[in-house]
């Protein structure tokens, strides 16, 4: 039988995945149709962007699995009408460029480059950076990519400390986790890197207490997801000196409002939710990898834990 797949997101991603997702499908030799308008009562699986115009999953009545192709699921985590196994997306190539950005925002404000690149005024400055060796980095979430982080953090020398919900170790990295234990991770860190997923027990993680547990003229860097961070709280955080600077790669509201006062403050530094992307390739890879487990009767990789959100 041929197995049916949707490509349920926009256009742009379709001129985008067609091949790579193809090419991933035919090395699994697998018997199937993909395409962007199939019958829903056939359809077998849905690789799915949480944006995209399909909401509604009820007449997808043979529906296997729901492949997301971001690794956030906050848009589709509490679908009712979602009743089969929903992946995420944990993809060699996002991971790959989340370090990457991770590392060099750290290194940007650990080497304190803006003050050259924004002071070629005449002053011979005498700034020398501490050692990472002596800067503490909090990594909260420690996930896939928190720890991937972690670890080229900690190759790069810094001081790596990690939060999550469950406990964790990781080699080289200070793991704290529950609610219990977020307020010693934080405690005098130079750099709090946010790589949480948004759920209600995640929201406002960092707000007008926790920003005053860090060292002061803490740097805060955000590519994990806008509620995390309580606004207010981060705005006179930075206003008061506690906070130096905040690189923030996501919002509440995307695209960030040409108001919002994080455009006009120049400790902010605002980016487009371009932290990392999926990346077509690899993310395919395990799409059909995903496809074929499932069709074998196996349990799909990186499934979602509904009732904890991510
Ligand atoms: P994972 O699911 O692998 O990791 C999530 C981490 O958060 C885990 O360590 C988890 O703990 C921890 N966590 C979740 N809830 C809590 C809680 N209540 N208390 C303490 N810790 C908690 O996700 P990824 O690492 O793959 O991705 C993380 C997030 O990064 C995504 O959800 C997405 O929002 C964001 N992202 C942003 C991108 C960008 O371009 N800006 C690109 C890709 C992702 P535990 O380990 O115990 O489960």
Redesign the pocket.
């Not at 909260?140 to 720890?147: A, E, F, M, R, S």
């Not at 790589?195 to 759920?199: A, G, N, Q, R, S």
């Given at each position: 039988m041929t197995i049916k797949i949707l490509f349920s997101a926009n256009n742009e991603n379709w001129k985008r995945y067609k091949a790579p997702l193809q090419d991933a499908l035919d090395n699994k030799s697998l018997d199937y149709e993909l395409g962007r308008t199939i019958t829903p009562c056939e359809v077998d699986y849905i690789i799915y962007a949480p944006s995209s115009s399909l909401q509604d999953f009820s007449p997808y009545a043979k529906l296997k699995a729901v492949l997301n192709l971001?690794?956030?699921?906050?848009g589709v985590t509490n679908n009712k009408t979602l009743k089969v196994p929903l992946a995420?997306?944990?993809d060699s190539g996002?991971?790959d460029?989340?370090v990457e950005?991770v590392t060099g925002h750290t290194l940007r404000h650990h080497l304190g480059i803006d003050k050259h690149i924004h002071g070629q005024d005449g002053i011979w400055r005498s700034y020398v950076p501490p050692l990472a060796k002596d800067r503490i980095v909090t990594i909260?979430?420690?996930?896939?990519?928190?720890?991937a982080c972690g670890i080229a953090l900690k190759r790069l020398g810094f001081n790596v400390r990690?939060?999550?919900?469950?406990?964790?170790r990781v080699d080289g990295i200070i793991c704290f986790?529950?609610?219990d234990q977020?307020d010693s991770s934080l405690m005098d860190a130079d750099i709090v890197v946010l790589?949480?997923?948004?759920?209600p027990?995640?929201q406002n993680?960092l707000n007008q207490h926790t920003l005053n547990l860090l060292k002061r003229g803490a740097f805060v860097l955000n590519?994990?997801?806008g509620p995390l961070i309580d606004d207010d709280a981060l705005l006179a955080a930075l206003d008061s000196g506690q906070i130096e600077h905040a690189t923030l790669?996501?919002f509440r509201i995307e695209p960030l409002p040409q108001n919002h006062q994080y455009w006009s403050n120049n400790k902010v530094t605002v980016i487009p939710?371009?932290?990392?992307?999926?990346r077509p390739k690899t993310a395919s890879q395990v799409i059909a990898m995903n496809i074929e487990r499932a069709e074998n009767g196996q349990e799909l990789l990186y499934l979602v834990d509904r009732e904890?959100?991510?």
């Open positions: 971001w690794a956030g699921v906050e995420r997306m944990v996002l991971t460029g989340m950005w909260l979430g420690l996930g896939t990519l928190g720890t990690g939060w999550s919900r469950r406990e964790k986790y529950g609610d977020v790589l949480l997923p948004d759920t027990l995640t993680i590519p994990g997801r790669d996501v939710h371009k932290a990392s992307e999926t904890n959100g991510y």
